[in-house]
């Protein structure tokens, strides 16, 4: 291959030599890794949101009142934490049969590849004569101009041509071999670090994004699988954050288990990669449940699907509209299933009615106590 490149006259590329990449931690394998590390952010950010809840921190905030967590939630707080769990250890089964299915990720090819890349963008280069001449342009001319001056510019303006610019083959022989410029090698691995995985993470994010919105529009669609599935998850009129998963096991591996692992695999990311997708994916389905509309939170102004978005699903008069999650709305701007109109009003209504049903049972509980304590007081008496 330097043969080859040295004769066209191009930079050789670097030799390598792959060997199996160190695990990220010292103390666990990155196989263990990626079975628990989401689990682990899910609890971690469920527990901050948990504490917000509990101790009331920020009220002003707040989606839904303390009464209504109380008055219109269907399922208790531990029937949700037994539900995520089991929902988490299919999680993990499916998490450990995806790493098996994936070669053990190796190291050494870095400089190689960015290389590669180097090499690409110095082929681009000699188009740029022909380019400029179609706009008039005499790139001959204008290089010629400036290799005193800007000898880098000329070289690119010239067809990527750097006669300057050498290095040694070898120590032996001496022989000197054309050379990348800095500003080459810097590109390149700008797009190697950077423009590469961000864009595979960003179609892994589509990827999962039509997946749920069509899974998740299709289970409210279909009365058999919204009423064996998917109405376990909208027990919980009034979300929070560690019930973001609190799902029918079959629509939770449906939607979220399989519709990750085929958003990973499409997108051909890396393990590490993948990991720190399912990391940012399940924060993102915490961060949307958690009840809480916080003007602080980066996560809730990424994009306009956030927890005041995705909250307006889990209501009555919404529940037939805003199907996106967990990233973009765009599916419910196209096909016409974003809520529209001022939700104020019906909010109002929701804590107004349960906060009437509190006062009703406290006055209840008030009474039935004062006739208990008359009842004890005769009994005593007699």
Partial sequence: MANATVASGLPPLPAYEIRPMPDLLPFISDFWLSIIVMHIAYWVVSLVFHV??????????????PEEISQRNLASRYEVARDVIIEQIIQMISSAVLSMTEPGQMTGMEEYDVAVWATRIRLAQRALPTLLGTLGLNAAAISKNMAASHPLLAGALAGGHYPFLTTTLDDVTGTAVPAFAAW???VAKAIYWILVPGFQFWVATCVLDAWQYFWHRAMHMNKWMYTHWH???HRLYVPYAYGALYNHPIEGFVLDTLGAAVAYKVAMLTPRGGMAFFVFSTIKTVDDHCGYALPWDPLQHITSNN??????HHQSWGIKTNFSQPFF???DRILGTMWKGDTTLKYERTRAAAAGKAGKKETEESVSGRVNGKANEKINAR
Avoid at 52 to 65: E, G, K, S
Avoid at 307 to 312: E, F, L, M, P
């Fill in 307 to 312: 927890a005041a978005y995705h909250d307006i």
């Fill in 329 to 331: 709305t765009i599916w």
């Fill in 52 to 65: 917000i809840d509990v101790y009331d921190l920020f009220p002003q905030y707040r989606l839904h009142t």
């Fill in 184 to 186: 080459e090698l810097l």
């Fill in 231 to 233: 109405a376990r998850h």
